[in-house]
């Protein structure tokens, strides 16, 4: 499993990231030069919005309900 990223050599702190091994935002460098499948994107973005908002939510209820909003918008 690949523990850093293949493009800027940051640690990978999630699974998605393991997987494919290219961080959040090298991962869609690499779609674009076709280094990682298409899927990958939509992985990541699943995996990031449930990671923030799971955060948000420790973090503080206001913040948790705009965050609530924001993500109905996007889906
Ligand atoms: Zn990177």
Redesign the pocket.
């Known amino acids: 499993m690949t523990q850093r990223?293949r493009?800027?050599n940051?640690r990978l702190t999630n699974p998605v990231s393991q997987k494919y091994g290219?961080?959040p935002?090298?991962i869609k460098q690499a779609v674009v030069e076709r280094s990682a499948p298409l899927v990958a994107l939509v992985e990541m973005d699943r995996i990031l919005k449930s990671t923030r908002i799971r955060k948000v939510r420790m973090a503080t209820q206001v913040q948790t309900d705009t965050m609530d909003l924001f993500s109905e918008e996007t889906e």
């Open positions: 990223c493009i800027c940051r290219y961080g935002e090298c």
